[in-house]
């Protein structure tokens, strides 16, 4: 089955400890995109990557990393979490980054609550 | 900023049809228009996109308007499995960022 999956689901975590969300996708895709979702907000990007270790920011890059090593995953690094991190984090990929090919699919989300 | 508008909810009865309605005054001649929904619990999944002409897909319609500055996500059979936020969105960048507004918060009455 086509799919992107996250790990973990969800986090409860304090301050300043190191944490990475991994992200992972079996269709073959280039494009892999962070993206977090606060109430009132929308979904908003944080980093995103058109190839393997190609990398670029999103509109809300601060306090993330992200690497791209090999196609199929796209782990988020949070060096060192604050509060303002807690959200729930979507990954998600497409073929490419230009319509047709631009179809995103998205994972089922992982719920970080940093304490 | 999101670059479109849309009401913040809308509510169908189970097997009528639904328009929803999305407003994108400003946009350029190169932008697409993208819908994806979000149901309860899950991440957004894409529904349609188009450019200039009306577009067909299994799951729904899209009617775009003669001028651009408006379109309409036509589910041409609601089911209670629709009920969702639906988000009218601008494709307007190479790195395919996807802009979420606030979306359009669908219930379906049975």
């Known amino acids: 089955e086509a799919q992107v999956t996250q790990n973990p689901r969800y986090l409860i975590t304090v301050t300043g400890k190191k944490l990475t969300v991994t992200c992972s996708q079996n269709?073959?895709?280039?494009?892999m995109s962070w993206y977090r979702q606060d109430p009132g907000l929308g979904l908003r990007q944080i980093y995103y990557?058109?190839?393997?270790?190609?990398?670029d920011k999103g509109d809300v890059p601060e306090g993330y990393k992200v690497s791209r090593k090999e196609k199929r995953n796209f782990p988020l690094i949070l060096e060192s979490p604050s509060p303002n991190q807690t959200s729930l984090y979507f990954c998600?990929?497409?073929?490419?980054?230009?319509?047709?090919?631009?179809?995103?699919?998205f994972g089922p989300g992982t719920r970080l609550t940093v304490l | 900023d999101a670059k479109t508008t849309q009401p913040n909810s809308m509510e169908s009865n189970e097997e009528e049809p639904v328009h929803l309605p999305c407003n994108h005054s400003?946009?350029?001649?190169?932008?697409?228009i993208h819908w994806y929904r979000q149901l309860p619990s899950q991440g957004p999944e894409y529904v349609i996109h188009?450019?200039?002409s009306n577009v067909n897909n299994r799951m729904a319609s899209l009617a775009i308007a003669e001028d651009r500055k408006s379109s309409t996500l036509i589910l041409h059979r609601a089911t209670l499995r629709d009920a969702a936020v639906y988000y009218c969105?601008?494709?307007?960048?190479?790195?395919?960022?996807?802009?979420f507004g606030k979306g359009i918060t669908l219930s379906v009455r049975p």
């Open positions: 400003t946009i350029s001649g190169t932008d697409y």
């Open positions: 990557s058109m190839n393997v270790e190609v990398t």
């Open positions: 188009g450019l200039t």
């Open positions: 269709m073959n895709h280039e494009y």
């Open positions: 998600a990929s497409s073929r490419g980054a230009s319509v047709p090919y631009n179809e995103q699919f």
């Open positions: 969105i601008r494709h307007t960048g190479a790195n395919s960022k996807l802009t």
